[in-house]
């Protein structure tokens, strides 16, 4: 790391430099205000040792101007001039300590390493922001249909306004994903904080949104702070909020409101900054209309209405959300990059998803998981995902849509297979003498449906024409 040492002091900054290079450090020396400058147009040091009375002017002076060039520079201020006024003047322009003439060495390498600390703790946490920020930026989502991208120009107009957001959508479409697009990209400071409030009973999603005193209830041995508190400055995102009881309802709508929280069990109450961002899969509509949704608060969080569409609905972005999850499940899971058979690809495209994006990368998670070559192939997809949704039944009526009665047919065929080849180890001939079929005819249809490796295939031949 590199230090900076400005003390007119010549064996001083001597002294400092041999201690301080014993300890690793790349050390440079100015005399005076105009020397420290110079040294810090060319370079950027990690901690700067200042003295607070220089030859040519006051160290407060360079201090400032650090601060104001890079903040993440750590300095502490030497003197031999003590008084309170000039300590609190320092810390106030930011100095990270003060400490005084004549000082103990080893009470500076304290203070020293502290500062260091700190200093790699907000470079850290700069680090965390920025890869969090990349990662949740707009163009890190997938989606290139026409939908998606409506919905990303929304989101990026409403981003760096406070208005309250409520997202809709199935389970498992993003609508969490998209809640911290728009925190990361509101320039607001605090954290993301997200709760699911069906998750909890009433008493528990109180405490947990608005904290308690100690004793409030029984097993409150302790004040605890709420989550809009932990949000200040930041957002709350209100996961499934369509699942809260009315008289939940109403304590929100007065948080809405008034931007005001009171703990269980106080009369005080907090003022707070906070983005509220709600997300439900219920038609909130509907729910208004049955008396299970007030509709007051239905008003008050949507200000800004974000629907998301099923993927049954964005079929074009499937190709490329697999993609993404295969490489990040190979990637997760220590095994080469792997590749998509086309028949696999075509089951994935045909399956309606009832669970949307999340069902997607579990289902992928589960093939790379599962599958020793390197290519995924319809072995290793779920029987659902195969039969495209459902067995077809002659009891149920036509769809108004109509069916592909060729592809439901050998959807089924495939699964039969599938299962005849469990059943007998993966040996096609008794597989086949199970379904009533030639062993020729299974062997087309297996290497058609891509069923069994290869090399499988090749040694059951040469039996059969063994046997012959």
């Known amino acids: 790391m590199d230090l900076l040492i400005v003390d007119d002091e010549a064996s001083l900054r001597d002294f400092l430099s041999i201690v301080f290079e014993e300890d690793g450090w790349r050390v440079e020396m100015a005399a005076t205000l105009d020397e420290g400058r110079a040294v810090l147009q060319k370079d950027e040091p990690d901690l700067v040792l200042c003295d607070l009375m220089l030859p040519d ?50 009470e500076l390498k304290i203070i020293v390493r502290k500062a260091v600390e700190r200093k790699e703790l907000e470079d850290e946490n700069l680090h965390l922001r920025s890869a969090l920020e990349e990662k949740f930026t707009f163009a ?52 993301f904080v997200s709760i699911n409030c069906g998750a909890l009973p009433e008493n528990l999603l109180e405490s947990e949104l608005f904290g308690h005193e100690r004793g409030a209830f029984t097993g409150a041995i302790r004040e605890k702070r709420g989550l809009f508190q932990e949000a200040e400055r930041g957002t709350i995102f209100l996961d499934e909020i369509g699942e809260t009881t009315t008289a939940m309802q109403i304590k929100l709508l007065r948080v809405l409101q008034d931007r005001v929280v009171r703990k269980v069990g106080s009369n005080i109450e907090t ?53 993404h999850f295969i490489a990040k499940y190979c990637s997760n899971l220590g095994v080469p990059q792997k590749k998509i058979s086309t028949d696999a690809m075509r089951a994935i495209e045909k399956y309606h998803w009832p669970g949307n994006v999340r069902e997607l990368e579990n289902v992928i998670e589960r093939m790379i998981a599962l599958e020793t070559s390197d290519v995924l192939t319809t072995k290793s997809l779920p029987e659902a995902v195969l039969l495209g949704g459902s067995i077809p039944d002659v009891t149920f009526d036509l769809p108004p849509d109509g069916i592909s009665l060729q592809d439901h047919l050998e959807a089924i065929g495939k699964i039969f297979m599938m299962k005849a ?41 040469m039996e059969v024409e063994n046997k012959k």
């Open 57 to 106: 002017g006051s160290g407060l002076e360079l201090l400032r101007e650090i601060k104001a060039q890079n903040p993440s520079i750590a300095v502490i201020m030497i003197t031999a001039h003590t008084s309170t006024k000039s300590a609190v003047e320092a810390l106030k322009a930011g100095a990270f300590d003060y400490i005084a003439k004549p000082f103990d060495i080893d």
């Open 140 to 191: 890190n989502i997938i989606g290139r249909s026409a939908r998606m991208q409506e919905i990303f120009s929304i989101v990026q107009r409403i981003a760096k306004t406070s208005s309250t957001v409520l997202i809709s959508g199935e389970s498992g479409t993003g609508k969490e994903l998209i809640a911290r697009a728009i925190h990361y990209n509101s320039g607001r400071r605090g954290k």
């Open 271 to 323: 003022q707070i900054d906070v983005r509220v961002i709600a997300a439900t899969n219920r038609d909130l509509a509907e729910s208004i209309k049955a008396g299970t949704f007030r509709e007051d608060l239905f008003y008050r969080i949507n200000v800004i209405p974000i629907e998301l569409p099923a993927l049954r609905q964005r079929t074009e972005d499937i190709p490329l959300l697999v993609e």
């Open 421 to 461: 080849l469990e059943r007998t180890g993966g040996v096609q001939t008794q597989a086949a003498e199970l379904l009533r079929m030639s062993f020729r005819s299974f062997r087309y249809y297996a290497k058609k449906y891509d069923l069994i490796p290869r090399e499988g295939k090749q040694e059951e031949i």
